[in-house]
């Protein structure tokens, strides 16, 4: 059972097709670790172009996967796209990129990716 991860949302998109819930699970594991990597690295720099893009990349998928973290990942988005310099988002970060990194671990376990 997913601890993580709900994969309510992805089964009512895929119609309870199994292929393609193992396809978004795929796109998971191929796609938001790498976006969350870019917003570990561009946080910390002030790079609230590079912050924007990767928060609102990962958005859809962040939300279908229900990881319970989708407020904070906008207001990550939010600090880069209004480039908020006076305001601290080190907190709402570090809860997106531990709920990415647990529900990556889960779903390759899960799916055996």
Do not use: C
């Not at 969350?36 to 998928?61: C, I, S």
């Not at 006076?86 to 376990?109: C, H, M, R, S, W």
């Amino acid at each position: 059972m997913a601890k993580y991860y709900k994969l309510d949302r992805v089964r009512e998109m895929a119609d309870n097709d199994e292929d393609f819930v193992m396809a978004l699970a795929a796109a998971f594991i191929e796609e938001v670790p790498e976006d969350a990597e870019r917003l570990r690295k561009a946080v910390p720099e002030g790079d609230f172009y590079e912050t924007y893009q990767a928060a609102h990349k990962m958005k859809p998928t962040i939300e279908l996967f229900d990881l319970g973290v989708y407020d904070e990942l906008i207001e990550v988005q939010d600090w880069g796209k209004f480039e908020q310099a006076d305001k601290n988002i080190d907190a709402q970060l570090q809860k997106v990129l531990t709920a990415v990194e647990n529900a990556a671990e889960e779903i390759k376990a899960d799916f055996n990716l």
